[in-house]
């Protein structure tokens, strides 16, 4: 592999472009997102798992673009919650809810929940499909357990609820690059970025 | 902390009981088994997933030595099978069953679901529990699929049908070092030791 290489990431998302970018600096490789591809419309989501959602996301734009493809689905596991928001994590409280709608609806759902009954953990599932059809995983997991009142204002989404674990703060009290180092998204990025260098070797 | 510190492990496995003193070698930690405590007898594994299992045998261990626990529970988790054998994987076929019934069992089920919906991963979960009751836990995943016959003779369980994910190998064809770098549980445990640091400073 001499020249570079384009890829595709399957989101709008200018956080997640701009973070996969960075990691990809001492690569070859050349990261498009949907901006590039504006014909592809909205991508459908419709899965029951991170992994199906990223699946999908994945090869359809690989399918589309003819290029290798990344996709991420990401979201909370609330152990008293049986699991939820899971997948439901960005649409907790509602279709346009915003993240602080979302947190009240968590903080309400467990308000009767002690301290050591509020374990959870962010997930974090990377596609990486080939326009061939062979799709690659990561995951990565952080965690932690919710707060009764959010602290903290780096992050987004549930970060200001999350108290991660073994420490004593939320997620939204760590600075972006100690949140790298151990996030869900963190870790599955790392496992994700082996892979596209293997897979495109 | 300048003297030793005994942990116990919430295991009779020999195998897991080296790999875990190998990873410690370079603390000051002294790792004891359920070998060192005979009179606790067989630890039950009751629960619906590994987080749960590894939960209830670090916390019993915990309680009844005093001394910080630590368990895992592992298994192969198939999508074609929704997950399965997840939890039972160690008795898929039975209550006495061996790896080769198991492999077979595993080989039954899948007998015409073709190479590409044969995706899975091997997933372990650690748990690591303070007599105090604190529980504190680490995940790891190895993806991959399942070949159509046996494959190697290193690893045990289910690693020779388990190709591994952007390899044409099965884990039971990766040395016993490779296999540590990439696997479920080689992941779990590094991130367990630590965490084993952090909550014994």
Sequence with gaps: MVLAEYIVMATHNQGKIKELKLLLADTNLKLLSLAD??????????????RENARQKAETVAKAT?????????????????????????RFAGKEADDEANNAKLLQCLAHTP??????????????????????????????????????????????????QGD????????????????????????AKDILLQVLQ
């Design 37 to 50: 591809f504006p014909e592809l419309g909205p991508l459908e989501e419709t899965g029951q798992t991170f």
């Design 66 to 90: 003819g290029l290798v493809a990344i996709a991420d689905d990401s979201g909370l596991e609330v152990d008293a919650l049986q699991g939820a928001p899971g997948v439901y994590s960005a």
């Design 115 to 164: 301290q050591d009954k509020r374990t959870a953990r962010f997930r974090s599932v990377i596609a990486i499909a080939k326009p061939s059809g062979e799709c690659y995983f990561a995951e990565g997991t952080c965690e932690g357990s919710i707060g009764f009142r959010p602290k903290g204002s780096n992050g987004f989404g549930y970060d200001p609820l999350f108290i991660v």
């Design 168 to 191: 004593k703060r939320t997620l939204a009290e760590f600075s972006i690059e100690e949140k790298n180092k151990i996030s869900h998204r963190g870790k599955a990025l790392r496992e």
